[in-house]
């Protein structure tokens, strides 16, 4: 008896961490649609951007900047420094939300990445995946042919999907 107790915990605990990292998953590929222009490809999830040459952060939900000012994180439509762009800047992606809590991590494990050349962009991309970023040049057009199939009769013929 205390056997078959024991293996349903164990099933229970592999279902639980089965399920929840489903869950992440599904969670972790959703937001494409909002990221920014200048994101990097490669990415079908980011929350954050660490930029490690200007030590802030870009928060992709709300669309601003987490910047460091007179001792807390402060949100910013735009970052006080002169001449940045985040076009030509080194963008670290970052998944956990709240990422700036875990700047001194960041500060340390980043380290390296400064003065590197800015990653190839979405804005820049030619795979269709990045079109749905609302940013993307083609997105109007993405969106335009979003739902038609080949399984229509007259819809998509000849086009790649």
């Known amino acids: 008896m205390k056997q078959h107790l024991i293996a349903a915990a164990a099933l229970l605990m592999i279902y639980g961490t089965t399920?929840?990292?489903?869950?992440?998953?599904?969670?972790?590929?959703?937001?494409?649609g909002v990221q920014p222009a200048w994101g990097p490809v490669g990415y079908d999830y980011a929350r954050f951007y660490?930029?490690?040459?200007h030590d802030f952060y870009y928060d992709v939900v709300q669309a601003r900047y987490v910047v460091w000012q007179r001792g807390r994180w402060v949100y910013l439509s735009a970052v006080p420094v002169v001449g940045f762009s985040p076009y030509r800047s080194y963008k670290v992606v970052l998944?956990?939300?709240?990422a700036y809590l875990y700047h001194d991590n960041h500060i340390r494990s980043y380290a390296s990445y400064k003065g590197r050349k800015p990653q190839p962009m979405i804005r820049d991309s030619r795979d269709e995946h990045y079109f749905e970023s609302r940013y993307?040049?083609?997105?109007?057009?993405?969106?335009?042919?979003?739902?038609?199939?080949?399984?229509?009769?007259?819809?998509?013929?000849?086009?790649?999907h």
């Not at 399920?19 to 494409?32: C, D, E």
């Not at 998944?95 to 709240?98: D, E, I, L, M």
């Not at 993307?136 to 790649?160: I, L, T």
Request: overall charge positive; proline content about 9%; cysteine-free.
């Open 19 to 32: 399920a929840s990292t489903a869950q992440a998953q599904v969670q972790v590929s959703v937001n494409i």
């Open 50 to 53: 660490y930029f490690p040459d």
């Open 95 to 98: 998944t956990q939300p709240q």
């Open 136 to 160: 993307h040049p083609m997105h109007k057009q993405w969106k335009g042919n979003k739902g038609q199939h080949d399984n229509h009769p007259g819809k998509g013929k000849g086009r790649k």
